[in-house]
């Protein structure tokens, strides 16, 4: 008798029952079809399924629910009507307890797929909660083309390009909304050409809108072309119709690429920043900058980040991937100096800029990646006791992983937006490092995406 299992045949459109067993990485669920494994977007763990096969891969399938037999008891009917067809609802059908433990249990997925030093010892908290599950995020880029002769703005569709229109958002702060929409009404009242993918023609984009706490807009149309037509006509409808708006910019970004934004940014109303407010601080923040997306949850976060390194004030603290310096600078207070590096001109620019807005003098940010900016500063004399990083999605660069392993300052809180990258530093960092505690952070309710504070210490030698 051969020990050989036969290939699974299966073609799209087939349907078969499904058992959910767990949910993946982008948040959706997970059954084994005849030993291979199934993706069907919106099914939840301990349901029982009727899937539709929509692609067959060599080592996977995706599926969509046709049909649900028995659900699960988190089961919730999402606030938002295009939850489960546009890209960034992916969790609002899940119970939000259900999404806390979930997130938690993505931190030890990736542990266990990377293996650190010591993994399965290390102490992964419970999730923090966002204090709003809803009417939290504080930007959004609404693509903008032409259906059926009218103008439409929103959210791809999963895994396509097409637009679905987006008349309400329950997880944008509510005036983005009311902007987005009246931006749309002028744009067709107008006749401003939406872009045209297939032959890379028509004007606007994207709109991008920034809300902050202190109450102001800016709004940044994001062009195929400089030309902007009937441009004037738009800024005077805008000044009229949206107080609110004190910054209107364009972005010119031509062509056919897969990037949202272009190089070239230009001031067409208004000031040039926007203000928010974090920790006690005042942050001005151009078009391109970034901040995290759940402002109250921010300063939980850094607070967060503050207790890992429990900073002395005899402390300097290295502050690298600095962004705008919103993390360095709100603990400068609790330091005897803080030193940022940013890759980004301008970012390091207007940490600067921040730092003196708000009167902070023991600050300084400078240009140039943190693996070369360590080291010379060190061979300037510079001693150095504490180090916080935010990476982006990527993670660390493999150079500053070595830097920090010659440099090895004391105190080192690692905060992470991508678990798995995070896994795989740690299994670099680890055994110089240890791992006292993981803390994942929940900054986007309603979607897979969670953040996580982790305290290192140098292991005993």
Known sequence: MSNTTSPVVVSVGDRFPLSIKKLGVAGQGIGYFKHKVCFVPGALPGEQVVAEVTAVHERFLEAKLHRLKRASKDRVTPRDAVAGIAGGFELEHLAYPAQLAYKRQMVKDSLAKFKPHGWRHYQVRPTLASPQQYGYR????????????????????????QVVDLKECAVQLPQTMRVMRALVNMVGDLHIPPYVEANHSGILKTIAIRETTTGQLQVTLITNTKKLVKK????????AELPAVTSVMQNVNPGDTP?????????????????????????KLSARSFLQLNPTQCENLYEL???????????TLIDAYAGVGTIGLSLASRVKQVLGMETIAAAAADANANAALNGITNARY????????????????????????????????????????????????????????????????????????????????????????????????
Request: with cysteine; charged share 25%.
């Open 138 to 161: 504080n930007k959004a880029q609404f693509q903008v083309r032409e259906v059926d002769g009218q103008v439409v703005a929103g959210l791809y569709r999963a895994n396509s390009h």
């Open 232 to 239: 004037h006509q738009l800024l005077e409808r805008i000044a």
């Open 259 to 283: 990037l949202v934004w272009g190089e070239e940014t230009i001031c067409l109303a208004g000031e040039e920043t926007v203000t928010e407010s974090l920790m006690g601080l005042d942050f």
């Open 305 to 315: 980040a503050a207790q890992a390194l429990d900073l002395k004030p005899t402390d």
């Open 366 to 461: 400078e240009c140039g990646p943190a693996e070369e900016l360590l080291p010379k500063w060190r061979a300037a004399g510079q001693h150095f006791d504490a180090l916080v990083v935010d990476p982006p999605r990527t993670g660390l660069d493999d150079r500053l992983i070595e830097t920090i392993l010659a440099e090895k300052p004391t105190k080192f809180c690692y905060v992470s937006c991508n678990m798995a990258t995070l896994a795989r530093n740690l299994a670099r960092l680890t055994p110089t490092y240890r791992v006292d505690y993981i803390q994942p952070v929940d900054m986007l309710p309603q979607t897979p995406r969670c953040e996580a504070v982790v305290k290192l210490s140098l292991a005993a030698d």
